[in-house]
């Protein structure tokens, strides 16, 4: 009976397999990112208060928006991750959220990345941020 319930359970185990991949979610491709940003320059030094964002073009699919989240960075891609690249799919910077250009203006927020008002399968491509006194280094 042991080897039953074994048996059975490993059958489960391969049947029930994950997939965490989102077919909707294959607009934006692995651009390489990897950019410094010195916030003692002055088109940098809002990010030194909480909720302020920047926008850093050449890097990423569609540029890269780093926000002060408080305490840490964090830094998303400035394409829309729900559209295929277009020109209105570049992301703008409106106060704690980031905006599509395209018809449907999809919002997310620069604090957790996930959609803002309306339920969309792919959230913003986050990127690794580190700081070495008053630079952030921005990476994939």
């Known amino acids: ?9 490993l059958i489960l185990l391969t049947a029930c397999s994950s997939n965490t991949s989102n077919d909707n979610c294959k607009f934006l491709v692995n651009a ?10 002055p088109q940098y030094s809002q990010l030194q208060f909480t909720s302020n964002s920047v926008y850093l073009a050449n890097q990423g699919n569609k540029g890269v928006i780093v926000t002060n989240v408080g305490g840490n960075f964090r830094a998303w891609d400035a394409a829309d991750p729900n559209h ?4 209105c799919s570049l992301l703008t ?3 704690a959220n980031a905006v599509c250009g395209c018809d449907d ?6 604090f ?6 309306k339920q969309l399968p792919c959230g913003l491509k986050e990127y690794r941020v580190n700081v070495s006194g008053n630079t952030l280094i921005i990476t994939n």
């Open 1 to 9: 009976m042991k080897h039953f319930f074994l048996f059975i359970s």
């Open 32 to 41: 390489q990112v990897n950019a410094s940003v010195n916030m003692n320059l």
């Open 93 to 95: 910077i409106t106060g």
């Open 105 to 110: 203006a999809n919002t997310y927020s620069l």
């Open 112 to 117: 957790t990345g996930g959609s803002v008002g």
């Open 84 to 87: 295929e690249q277009s020109t």
